[in-house]
Nanobody, 115 residues
């Protein structure tokens, strides 16, 4: 079993920055990819960014050049640095940790960007 907990959300003005963290615990040796998704009110959950154990990254077009995902395997933690935030980035941000058998989700952290 893997347990993931997000932190770092909050309220920020447009153009500002936030850094989200996601700490994994449990059978962390089994984790391969980790990533961030987000869900805005009335919308489906969408991919933000993913990172493999080896550090290869993938980003949604809407956040390329503004967001950076990184990972510290020694700490079993993944980060999402969000710069130049826009009101449309407002959502609940969820961290995921993937094993070969299952995808684990955190409880989510709210990010609100005011105009």
């Amino acid at each position: 079993q893997v347990h993931v907990v997000e932190s770092g959300g909050g309220l920020v003005q447009a153009g500002g920055s936030l850094r989200l963290s996601c700490a994994a615990s449990g059978t962390v040796f089994s984790i391969n990819d980790m990533g961030w998704y987000r869900q805005a009110p009335g919308k489906q959950r969408e991919l933000v960014a993913t990172i493999t154990r080896g550090g290869s990254t993938n980003y949604a077009d809407s956040v390329k050049g503004r967001f950076t995902i990184s990972r510290d395997n020694a700490k079993n933690t993944v980060y999402l640095q969000m710069n130049s935030l826009k009101p449309e980035d407002t959502a609940v941000y969820y961290c995921n940790a993937d094993t070969y058998a299952k995808r684990y989700w955190g409880q989510g952290t709210q990010v609100t960007v005011s105009s």
